[in-house]
């Protein structure tokens, strides 16, 4: 499974994300219809756990962390204390890194949305 962040406003495009199978077609697509989880704005950084869940550095309005699961709806796992964070990934102990561009630093949360270490 590839996963694929568009941007979506320099091209004209819905910002979104992408969910591609082995042979590059693409077979989810997130973060535009709210009845799925929230509908991003600007995503950027993403990364997948070990159960195939789907973690979105979105910085547009709100300035957020959101988690769309396999199945079901998504929502915000870190939605306070961010600007602009723009990348993201999950360490080997379970913790999230998130880099927060206009604070100038790296936040890590104990787990998916607890607070920062």
Request: aromatic share 6%.
């Amino acid at each position: 499974m590839v996963v694929v962040s568009e941007r979506g406003n320099e091209t004209g495009r819905v910002p979104c994300i992408k969910v591609l199978e082995p042979g590059w077609n693409t077979v989810r697509v997130l973060g535009v219809c709210a009845g799925m989880g929230p509908v991003l704005t600007c995503p950027w950084g993403i990364c997948i756990d070990k159960d195939s869940n789907i973690l979105v550095a979105d910085w547009g309005e709100q300035h957020r962390i959101v988690l769309y699961p396999t199945q079901g709806v998504g929502w915000p796992i870190v939605n306070q204390g961010l600007s602009s964070p723009r990348g993201l990934t999950l360490l080997p102990d379970g913790q999230l890194a998130v880099s927060d561009s206009m604070h100038h630093c790296i936040k890590i949360y104990n787990g998916l949305g607890e607070l920062p270490l």
